[in-house]
């Protein structure tokens, strides 16, 4: 075989593995010029959930902080294609747009944690789990941006919609609420 037949087939080798490799995931570029991580697409929001949430578990596993929050940072982006790709479910989606807000939240970019608290609100008006949790992250952000009044509002939401709750889970949320109400006053 000549040099020349020898580089083509090296040639579409090549080309052959990156397409295999890129099937079903969805390059883009950011604003900063920088690669989007490839997020392989799965057939079920279930299945893209699990990427998403094994994404998180292994940024968490990072003990350098600057590495762990890019991992962090791409776990919000795989939990973000369980919002786009799965757009009706009603069980994996609204979640996957609950940790894309906490992820922020434990970022500190606590300004686009809230903007996704509000729009979880906004959009899933009749979740009870998710509003439970958005209005407790809504007060929690505006909080920490040092805007407690408004953060009263939101405290006392949660603690006047869920305090006649039997559900364990809400009834932490509502104490912690209270917690937070009464250190603000």
Not at 47 to 65: I, L, M, P, S, W
Not at 131 to 138: C, E, M
Request: charged share 30%.
């Amino acid at each position: 075989m000549s040099f020349s037949h020898c580089k083509k087939a090296l040639f579409a080798l090549g080309a052959f593995i990156v397409a295999a490799g890129l099937q079903g995931c969805t390059p883009s570029v950011s604003m900063s010029k920088k690669r989007e991580p490839m997020i392989p697409r799965e057939e079920t929001a279930s299945a893209q959930f699990e990427v998403a949430f094994a994404q998180e578990r292994e940024a968490k596993g990072f003990f350098d902080e600057e590495k762990r929050n890019e991992e962090l940072k791409t776990a919000i982006i795989a939990y973000t294609k369980v919002e786009a790709w799965f757009p009706n479910d009603d069980r994996y989606t609204p979640v996957a747009g609950l940790k894309v807000a906490e992820i922020h939240e434990e970022l500190e970019d606590f300004e686009q944690a809230e903007a996704n608290y509000r729009r979880l609100l906004e959009v899933y008006p009749n979740d009870e789990e998710i509003r439970a949790y958005a209005l407790l992250g809504v007060g929690r952000t505006l909080d920490l941006q040092d805007r407690p009044e408004e953060a009263q509002v939101f405290y006392k939401l949660l603690i006047d919609e869920f305090s006649t709750t039997t559900n364990p889970r809400y009834k932490e949320l509502v104490e912690d609420a209270r917690n937070r109400y009464r250190q603000i006053r």
